[in-house]
């Protein structure tokens, strides 16, 4: 069961590969899914998660000493069964090698945290992206963050896994200008064994934003597909996904090369070690790219993705009736289209 | 590419359209430049050798013995230039060589060069190795040997009471006093060169003269006579130098095989230096050659440190516009002369021993252009020369010349994505300059809006109204964080490397911890421990300028600065319109950091008494290796947007100004701070103490206006703002904010634009200068492990440029370590 206040393991600034211009991530913790080559393991798991990173312990014996529970027997071992998460450890811990994934915050805290970098945004065209973990299983929190940033004129975006219960995801779609969408297997029995569930919601799901994304008030939708080699980039399961994108008339989809930056936090969660894994040579990410131009599909690497109009550009703010500060705000993010009509007309009020 | 022209010859710059992509090197680059890179360092003895020459002559020493210092000076430095040997190199259409070697540093006998005696046994073994014959080595050692007491700072210095001033040259901790070498940095009145010519102020020296009076009527006294006299002189050495130059061309010229076109270069190059730089410019071939020739002469002068051309992108635009017009260049032509121009940069570079250079790794001097800006009213003077330039950088990317651009609002957003295209080539050039900040900073330090406006930057990042300041930049360099361990142990370092020096008191005799009962007690002592180094650095510099004024005028400089024909003045006389000394502080976010860490652990949090602490710090954490991490790693750190860490970096930062501006120099001008560290950052760091913010002893500094290596945890968008958020008012000299990024990250479209965002908000908020970065580190540390397989590798070292290879393994390890900005 997961929580309904969820927690935030980590706020990224200057990211340039998950949606258009400057963004900051938001990583939100919790995932249905348990994909092999993840590289944010600390996301899996809803609840907080205590982790140790053995590269900065100077092995001072501090959170030892300090354990009330005696959990530790020594330094990086924990007893989860004696450990009853009281987090002396890690606030004693004054290498930060004792670490903890995942905590609370109120949406007003984040908008708060990512004020400083509002400006950015607007210059570069960017904003903020929700990612994580899956944002998707905390519909009302999503969705209240993300009401307030777009007051402030902030453009958001979100990476999904897509396997989420859409009815209760509208309020947070609305607040959304473009949904990146992550494909993976397109076997459905093979996903289920792979990542630990059936993807027939996913595919649903996908379908379902892409219809709508055509009418008014839904975020465009941008599909996305780790290239892991061996797992994902045969030719059957690129084929499969191509014919399926091409059936909801999408005809380009970002390849995101997996890359094994995450690997070590598996150990610092005390997780076996993943898979082995390789990063997929050139040669490869060019011959996945082939096939799925064949099909009709154009292929884009992260950040340099062509986002249709209609999704990028600062937000449009809040109808003129809601209070407080947005209306100034949203006038001046709203900067330079100046003949009184958006780009697409979406100011019309929502 | 083919295509061109890529600019529109258009009279308005505003017609200038942006284009995507740089020309590779034409074959003529492309030669040249594989020529220089391949050419080994080595030292001139040319001009040391003329110099004795000429005084041993019996012209010389009666000249020495009647005549007044400056006109003894001027002779002295017409007998180089008359004398020296013209060498010109295959290819080049751009004629001047800046020594006698291809690439070669000069020996300057009245200062500075004789530290390479140091390294004497070992010239060709040192980490960039020089290479000479037996009979050059031993003709360094007899110059350095002979003429070891002709120095401008042992003149200075070697004087009763003085003496111990004279060891810290060899024993840098509090401040690196780097006049004693030269003052060099300059950003000469080239737009006179170029339009007017030489003969403008030959014209009014001899006035001067034959009427017996200044401009306003008042009449000569002796000194000023010697001045324009002096002029006179210099400048008939310089043309001489010209002449012997067109003649080499000609002379050239006449040679059999010599194919055609390679004639009719030598033949234009030749008719050139028989114009200019007296006549003034005719073409845009004869502005680059004037600026060429009167660059020589400004290292021939005084030393090769900074010495600037300003705002090329101005003065010799009317010159491009009417070849073009004209039908006579095109702008294929027109980049290849300007890239020309910037390979005959390549020639120089400074002599350090490997001592000196761990406080100024890198060979660079930085002469630099400045493109872009403002006119005198604010408006946009961005032209497609300015565009141009950067195409002729983009062709040769090599370590010389320095490439600024200054951004304002009305900045092109062309010529912004074009200098970001630039840096994305990963020669990290150019860097970038807030108007804004700048313009304010040097009104603050007592300049018209108008002159303030017309600014270009001397050699890395200080800062000259083109043509119309005397800056002697880059004086000193100070050491603050060092004043907190001074203030926290009543002036004495914690630990000396011998056990009197640790005992002696260098600093203020600031009161003991132990009676320190509040932070601001704190404060008082590391404000007091401040000016008492300032004071003591002042002192010296007073000294070196006063010896400067007899044995060292600087007569082609003075020629090149509004103010001295006027007054009748050598700019070390104080001739300048704008006179300044500028000293630049290095560890400030470590200083700032460290009172950060002492009010909240001891003042606020009580975890210690400020006694006990400072035995910690004394002890260099020993033992305590717990604490020394947590200060390190969960203190709150400058750079990260914090606006209380950020305050605490601002109070070192008063503290420094304000102790500086007390002064006044000793040609009358002020003291004006700066923020940037060359490579001392190093070398201070060595001599340093543990600080309070978990910084061992030993340890490097901080470096300029960046946060401490590894603590900018928030990413480079809160780097900027952090520093954005400073009140730079004060630094009339400016600072040098590194950035690195990781090529993977910000290459492409995607790369550029995001870089320019960043950029444009950073000067937004109120930003002052930026220097970005690009590097790969795997690229580096292979070349680490493989210098001779990476020869063109260059980096950014604080301010300036240089070849990987050339820098200490320190400092390559430093520019590996740090964070490469985006990579979690
Ligand atoms: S969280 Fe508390 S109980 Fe668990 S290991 Fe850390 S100190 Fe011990
Ligand atoms: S307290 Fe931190 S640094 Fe010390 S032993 Fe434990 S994990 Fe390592």
């Not at chain 1, 070690?273 to 690497?301: C, H």
């Not at chain 2, 040391?48 to 020493?61: A, N």
Request: hydrophobic share 40%; net charge neutral.
């Amino acid at each position: 069961m997961v929580s309904p206040e969820p927690l935030v393991f980590s706020l990224q600034h200057f990211c340039l590969h998950d949606g258009p211009g400057i963004r900051s991530l938001v990583f939100f913790k919790g995932c249905p899914l348990r994909c092999p080559w993840c590289q944010n393991v600390e996301s899996w798991k809803a609840g907080s998660e205590i982790a140790f990173k053995p590269a900065l312990c100077i092995n001072c014996g501090t959170c030892v000493r300090k354990c009330p529970e005696h959990a530790l027997a020594e330094v990086g071992t924990r007893d989860t069964t004696r450990c009853r998460g009281c987090f002396t450890c890690i606030d004693s811990c004054p290498s930060g090698a004792m670490t903890l994934f995942g905590v609370q915050r109120s949406p007003e805290d984040v908008v708060e945290e990512l004020r400083p970098e509002f400006s950015l945004f607007t210059t570069s065209g960017g904003g903020v992206t929700f990612t994580g973990g899956e944002p998707t299983l905390y519909p009302d929190f999503s969705a209240r963050l993300a009401r307030s940033l777009r007051t402030e004129g902030i453009h958001i975006a979100m990476e999904t896994c897509g396997f989420f219960d859409l009815k209760r995801l509208r309020p947070l779609l609305r607040e959304l200008r473009l949904v990146l969408f992550d494909i993976k297997i397109y076997d459905r029995e093979q996903h289920r064994q792979m990542c630990g569930a059936d993807n027939t919601v996913i595919k649903k799901n996908l379908k379902a934003l892409v219809e709508a994304g055509s009418g008014q008030g839904a975020p465009a939708v941008w599909p996305r597909l780790p290239l892991v080699p061996g797992l994902t980039d045969g030719q059957d399961n690129i084929k499969g996904w191509a014919g399926f994108l091409r059936s909801l008339g999408i005809s380009f989809l970002t390849i995101v090369p997996y890359h094994p930056m995450g690997a070590s936090k598996r150990r610092w969660l005390g997780l076996p070690a993943g898979p082995e894994l390789r990063v997929p040579t050139d040669a490869e990410i060019q011959t996945a790219g082939g096939l799925f131009s064949a099909e009709g599909i154009m292929t884009y690497k992260p950040g340099e993705e062509p986002f249709p109009e209609d999704s990028i550009g600062p937000a449009q703010g809040l109808p003129r009736d809601l209070p407080g500060a947005a209306h100034d705000r949203r006038v001046e993010h709203r900067g330079l289209p100046t003949d009184g009509h958006g780009p697409t007309g979406l100011n019309t009020p929502r | 590419m083919a295509g061109l022209p890529r600019f529109s010859a258009s009279l308005t710059s505003a017609a200038v359209a942006p284009v995507e992509g740089f020309t590779p090197p034409t074959p003529r680059i492309a030669a040249i430049r594989a020529k220089l890179l391949s050419t080994p360092y080595s030292i001139c003895l040319e001009r040391p050798k003329l110099m004795e020459e000429f005084w041993s002559s019996r012209e010389g020493r009666r000249s020495a013995k009647l005549e007044h210092p400056l006109v003894h000076r001027a002779l002295t430095l017409q007998y180089i230039f008359s004398h020296r040997k013209p060498r010109i190199y295959d290819d080049e259409i751009i004629i001047g060589n800046m020594t006698s070697k291809r690439i070669a540093a000069n020996y300057y006998i009245e200062g500075g060069s004789i530290n390479i005696l140091e390294d004497f046994a070992r010239l060709g073994k040192r980490t960039i190795p020089l290479k000479l014959t037996i009979q050059e080595t031993a003709g360094v050692l007899h110059l350095g040997l002979k003429n070891a007491f002709k120095s401008v700072g042992a003149k200075a210095l070697l004087k009763p009471g003085r003496l111990s001033y004279f060891l810290d040259f060899f024993r840098a901790k509090r401040h690196f006093v780097t006049e004693e070498a030269g003052i060099g940095h300059q950003v000469g009145n080239y737009w006179m060169v170029v339009h007017e010519g030489l003969r403008g102020p030959y014209g009014e020296a001899k006035q001067r003269l034959e009427e017996g009076r200044l401009a306003d009527g008042s009449r000569l006294d002796a000194d000023q006579r010697a001045f324009f006299s002096s002029v006179l002189i210099t400048i008939d050495g310089i043309r001489k130098m010209a002449e012997n130059l067109a003649a080499e061309a000609e002379h050239l010229a006449q040679m059999k095989g010599e194919s055609e076109q390679r004639r009719a270069e030598l033949l234009a190059a030749a008719a050139a230096c028989r114009r200019v730089p007296f006549e003034p410019a005719r073409t845009y071939l004869e502005g680059l050659q004037a600026t060429w020739l009167i660059h020589m002469a400004l290292n021939l002068e005084d030393f090769e440190q900074g010495l600037s051309f300003g705002r090329m992108d101005q003065i010799l635009l009317p010159l491009y516009r009417s070849d073009v017009e004209l039908g006579r260049l095109n702008t294929g032509q027109a980049t290849e002369m300007t890239a020309c121009f910037c390979l005959k940069t390549c020639e120089t570079m400074p002599l350090y021993s490997q001592r000196v250079d761990q406080f100024f790794s890198g060979n660079g001097v930085a002469q630099a252009f400045t493109l872009g800006g403002t006119d005198e009213k604010g408006n946009d003077l961005t032209n497609e020369l300015s565009g141009l330039i950067l195409d002729a950088y983009a062709q040769v990317l090599t370590r010389e010349p320095a490439v600024h651009v200054r951004i304002h609002p009305a900045t092109p957003e062309w010529f912004f994505q074009k200098s970001v295209e630039l840096l994305q080539m990963g020669t990290s050039r150019p860097s970038f300059f807030g108007d804004t900040a700048v313009v304010r900073a040097l009104q603050e330090a007592g300049m018209t809006r108008e002159h303030a406006r017309d600014y270009a930057v001397i050699g890395c990042v200080e800062m000259a109204s083109q043509g119309r300041t005397y800056n002697s930049s880059d004086a000193a360099l100070f050491n603050l964080p060092l004043c907190l361990e001074l203030a926290l142990n009543e002036g004495r370092r914690f630990h000396g490397k011998a056990r009197i020096e640790g005992r002696r008191r260098f600093g203020a005799p600031t009161p003991p911890v132990s009676t320190m009962k509040t932070f601001d007690d704190v404060l008082d002592a590391f404000r007091a421990q401040v000016r008492h180094g300032v004071d003591d650095m002042v002192k010296v510099i007073g000294w070196l300028e006063e010896v400067y004024r007899t044995i060292r005028p600087t007569p082609v400089n003075s020629i090149l600065t509004e103010g001295c024909l006027e007054t009748g003045k050598d700019v070390t006389w104080g001739g300048g319109l704008y006179d300044y000394t500028s000293i630049q502080a290095a560890g400030l976010a470590d200083a700032g950091d460290s009172l950060y860490a002492l009010k909240r652990i001891i003042f606020d949090q009580k975890r210690f008494s400020l006694d006990e602490f400072v035995g910690i710090l004394q002890d260099n954490f020993r033992g305590r290796e717990d604490l020394r991490v947590e200060l390190a790693s969960k203190l709150p750190r400058y750079g990260n947007g914090d606006p209380d860490v950020d305050h605490m970096t601002q109070l070192a930062a008063d503290a420094f100004s304000d102790a500086l501006s007390a002064h006044k120099n000793s040609r009358g001008g002020r003291y004006v701070p700066g923020f940037y560290s060359m490579t001392c950052h190093i070398g201070f760091g060595r001599v340093t103490g543990a600080l309070p913010n978990g910084r061992p002893a030993g340890r490097r500094l901080s470096n300029g206006l960046a946060p401490v290596d590894g603590c900018d945890r928030m990413g480079p968008t809160a780097v900027l703002r952090s520093a954005a958020s400073l009140d730079s008012r004060k630094w009339m000299n400016c600072h040098a904010l590194n950035l690195k990024f990781d090529r993977q990250i910000v290459q492409g479209k995607t790369g550029r634009k995001a870089l320019v965002s960043l950029l444009k908000n950073y000067f937004a908020l109120g930003g002052m200068q930026v220097q970005v970065n690009i590097l790969d580190t795997e690229t580096l540390k292979a070349a680490k492990r493989d210098p001779a397989s990476y020869p063109g590798i260059v980096v950014r070292v604080a301010g300036y440029c240089a070849y990987f290879n050339d820098l200490q393994p320190a400092v390559q390890d430093e520019i590996i370590e740090r964070t490469a900005h985006g990579i979690t």
